[in-house]
């Protein structure tokens, strides 16, 4: 018999003024730990929890004779039970010892209730230092899992992505290589193809359903490797985006996933049995995967897979895996690099001139503007006429072009079909939405051509603001503007009559000031400083132009002059939300202090060495590159923009306090040929944003192989991550880099 007292409560209401209350301050270092094991776990979903410190736990045989223990944290969820000793003892043997024999004595009747309840009983040893091997070892005996402040950190960072993978990857820390109760083994026999993968592998080709497969699967991440100096795993953490657009595309779409969620069975009694003969090394047969815990790494296709957590079609779907028995350390890193370095992603212009074959253009927009954008290239009457490139086009001559991936999206992002469609809707010009468009556009392009006809036609892209990809863009989000300010005025009204020149003498009085402006620049440098390139792109320089256009036009977008919102800002977050952090781009809350802390405590603690050290790894990584931008004031994940007036100005009392302290930071870390970065402001919705620009090594450095490093290291960029890079492969880094650095100039070229 076991009996939880009645504090052990399911209420909602409770569980959250609990949570309240131990976010709090003013606990004592033993409550601490206490707190954020118990928040953890109140995070992740658990649905059931303590109120107020300690559980009393009464167990026994007869109830008249029950043995009472008080156990710091229990947690319970539909899959499991959790016990949870806290302590900050220094003599842990002693603690452990005891706990273990508390341990043996309670599971003894939990098994009874195990079987009944269909749940995994978890019991945990929690402090918030280290414990001796021999402590680890003993605990591991005991069947007794240990934790600490470094791995709830770890499990809360993740949960700040997305709390349900933080859910099973807590189960599978707890529960490894436990037989998981909560399903059964039917559930797990799956209908398979084997097949040779190379001369001593099978893959295993089959469909399941997401449901069956996410309690088995853990993710490698790096941060989850707490038992090697040398880390062994090689994911990142989940991003938050990246599965709200999955589910999506899931729900809103009914998407289905065309490529392969790669995984390796690593433990467990998974048996594949044949049926009939093999043909060609390929055979027929069911998999039968293991019913336990952490039997299934993810190689490939996390944010795809738990994406369906907690949707229906989680039962529903079928997803594709390839799967590998037991597959090597070195051979999942090889396959996870393979997939996500070596592949040649589709290019965004390939997609935009193939819509027209495989969407269709009365459910999508996409191939409408791909069609109005291939005629305005196409039509020998277009400012635009040859202008763009893609694979398709009929021109390949040398001229300088505008991409059409850039020409689509920046039509698509400013609604320019949508709005036009609107406006002749209410002209009663039926049925003629594109063509009005189309028309439109291209006497835009004709008033510029003709306004500014020397800068228009420089062959040189460097000196070529006008039809640069950055400068036509710019130029598109004006004239969205400029045709809503015409239709307020009534200007469009000549569109009944197809008379266009009463509207070209409209777009000339637009377009005036900007090549006014334009034709006084004579230089690269003038030309580069104007498209205003790191500091917000083509939004900067659209509101630089709307600038021009209001000094004759004081009422042209007015609010836009207006605005607190930092448009660099603005960019950067957008990016962060259809990309994440990027080869060239790192996000960070603070830069000194220990945001986790000052959530859980409210205390303005300063970030430990290691926090420092990561950041400036970063710095160093984008300086062996191509340069980086480090942006401080950013919540990493949700990309709401926190400022850092509550934390780094507030702890260094002013910016250029601040400013000076990153600087000596960087410098004191620092070694090699490191070029000063650049430490700037940026207000946006009147928070300050600090952004760290980061100069790359010359090209002479790159050639001598002399790189940026700290405390002897070298470090570069790979997809978003910073890594080590090993003392023999610097020679063949620094050439790979010389030979991006050559193509991107090559690409600029043809681009422009």
């Not at 399941?208 to 100096?229: E, W």
């Not at 599965?243 to 467990?268: L, M, W």
């Not at 023999?728 to 010389?738: E, S, T």
Request: with cysteine; hydrophobic share 35%; proline share 2%.
């Amino acid at each position: 018999m076991i009996i939880i007292s009645d504090n052990f409560s399911d209420s909602k209401t409770l569980l959250r003024k609990e949570a309240k209350k131990r976010g709090g301050e003013g606990f004592l270092i033993d409550e601490v730990i206490e707190n954020e094991a118990w928040i953890l776990l109140y995070k992740l979903g658990f649905g059931k929890l303590n109120i107020g410190r300690e559980c009393e736990v009464q167990y026994g045989k007869k109830e008249q004779n029950l043995s009472t223990k008080k156990v710091d944290v229990i947690a319970e969820s539909n899959e499991a039970r959790i016990y949870i000793e806290c302590t900050t003892q220094k003599d842990d043997s002693s603690k452990i010892k005891q706990w273990s024999s508390e341990v043996e004595d309670i599971r003894k009747f939990e098994q009874e209730k195990k079987l009944i309840e269909k749940k995994n009983i978890v019991f945990v040893y929690c402090n918030n230092t280290g414990i001796s091997k021999k402590d680890k070892d003993t605990l591991n005996k005991k069947g007794i899992i240990y934790l600490n402040t470094a791995i709830i950190d770890y499990f809360l960072e993740l949960e700040g992505q997305y709390s349900r993978l933080a859910y099973f990857q807590l189960l599978s820390y707890l529960c490894k290589d436990q037989p998981i109760e909560s399903i059964t083994s039917d559930k797990l026999i799956i209908p398979t193809i084997r097949t040779k993968f190379d001369k001593n592998t099978y893959a295993y080709l089959f469909g399941v359903h997401p449901a069956t497969l996410i309690p088995l699967s853990t993710v490698p991440h790096r941060k989850l490797d707490f038992d090697h100096a040398e880390n062994n795993n090689y994911q990142r953490l989940v991003k938050k985006s990246k599965i709200n657009a999955i589910k999506k595309f899931i729900k809103d779409e009914r998407g289905v996933f065309p490529t392969n969620i790669i995984i390796s069975i690593e433990s467990g009694k998974q048996h594949f049995k044949t049926s009939g003969k093999a043909i060609n090394d390929i055979q027929h047969g069911t998999l039968t995967l293991p019913r336990q815990y952490q039997s299934i790494n993810i190689i490939d296709g996390q944010h795809r897979l738990f994406a369906y957590d907690g949707l229906e079609e989680s039962e529903k779907d079928l997803i594709y895996v390839v799967a590998f028995i037991k597959m090597g350390l070195e051979k999942q890193i090889k396959t996870f690099i393979d997939i996500n370095e070596k592949q040649t992603k589709v290019s965004p212009s390939l997609l935009w001139d193939l819509y027209p074959s495989i969407l269709n253009p009365e459910e999508d927009i996409r191939p409408r503007i791909s069609v109005l954008v291939k005629l305005l290239n196409e039509n020998d009457e277009s400012a635009l006429h040859g202008l763009i490139k893609y694979d398709s086009a009929s021109y390949s001559n040398k001229i300088p072009k505008l991409t059409l991936e850039s020409v689509c999206s920046a039509i698509k992002v400013e609604k320019i079909l949508e709005d036009i469609g609107s406006i002749t809707g209410l002209l009663r010009i039926a049925n003629a939405n594109d063509i009005v468009s189309f028309s439109l556009l291209s006497l835009w392009f004709q008033v510029i051509k003709e306004s500014a006809k020397d800068h228009w036609n420089r062959k040189d892209k460097t000196l070529n603001l006008l039809r640069s990809n950055q400068g036509f863009g710019a130029l598109l989000k004006v004239f969205s503007a400029v045709i809503k300010e015409l239709h307020k005025n009534d200007s469009l009204e000549s569109l009944k009559g197809s008379d266009f020149e009463k509207i070209k003498v409209e777009f000339k009085g637009y377009i005036g000031p900007i090549v006014e402006a334009v034709d006084k620049l004579k230089t690269k440098e003038e030309i580069k400083n104007m498209k205003r390139i790191g500091e917000g792109g083509k939004d900067q320089l659209f509101i630089d132009f709307v600038k021009l256009i209001h000094k004759s036009k004081p009422s042209f977008c007015e609010h836009l002059i207006k605005s607190t919102e930092d448009l660099e800002i603005l960019e950067i977050v957008e990016k962060l939300e259809k990309d994440s952090e990027h080869i060239d781009l790192e996000i960070k809350e603070a830069f000194f202090v220990n945001t986790k802390k000052l959530e859980y405590t409210g205390a303005l603690e300063t970030n430990n060495d290691e926090a420092f050290r990561g950041i400036i790894k970063t710095i160093v990584a984008f300086t062996n590159f191509h340069g980086g931008k480090i942006v401080i004031g950013i919540e990493d994940g949700s990309w709401k923009v926190k400022g850092i007036d509550d934390t780094d100005l507030k702890l260094k009392k002013n910016w250029d306090t601040f400013k000076k302290h990153v600087t000596e930071k960087i410098k004191g870390c620092t070694e090699g040929v490191v070029p000063a970065p650049t430490i700037r402001k940026l207000l946006h919705q009147e928070k300050t944003i600090a952004i760290i620009d980061v100069g790359a090594l010359s090209d002479e450095s790159l050639d001598s192989t002399t790189l940026a490093s700290m405390d002897g290291d070298c470090y570069k960029r790979e997809n978003g991550d910073t890594t080590k890079l090993k003392g023999n492969d610097i020679g063949r880094y620094c050439k790979q880099v010389l030979m991006d650095r050559q193509e991107i100039r090559d690409k600029e070229k043809e681009e422009d």
